[in-house]
């Protein structure tokens, strides 16, 4: 369970979904600043940096970098910078539901 309700009936959220919700807010307006508002534009992206001989990019890597550094320094500030692939997963599922259940 990733948020949960203790005795009084206030939330609580897991180091995890805390981590995640600081990154996306501050992930916030990146993609439309980058030119990332469609999956077409999102897959030149990957094509870009998975092409190791393509040393050219179209995009500002400096927001999306600093994102990550903070969401890896909350993760190591929470104890959670240890978690598999398959519990960063688990974690990202469990979001993306209750993002949809309201």
Do not use: H, W
Not at 32 to 45: H, K
Not at 46 to 70: F, G, H, M
């Amino acid at each position: 369970m990733s948020t949960y309700f203790d005795d009084k009936g206030t939330e609580i959220k897991t180091p995890a979904v805390q981590a995640m919700e600081t990154f996306q807010n501050q992930m916030q307006g990146e993609a439309e600043r980058a030119e990332l508002t469609s999956d077409e534009a999102i897959m030149t992206l990957v094509k870009q940096i998975r092409n190791e001989d393509n040393n050219e990019t179209n995009y500002d890597s400096e927001p999306v970098l600093k994102a990550v550094k903070a969401m890896t320094a909350d993760a190591v500030k929470n104890g959670k910078s240890d978690m598999t692939l398959d519990e960063i997963n688990a974690e990202i599922s469990v979001c993306r539901k209750e993002r949809k259940q309201g």
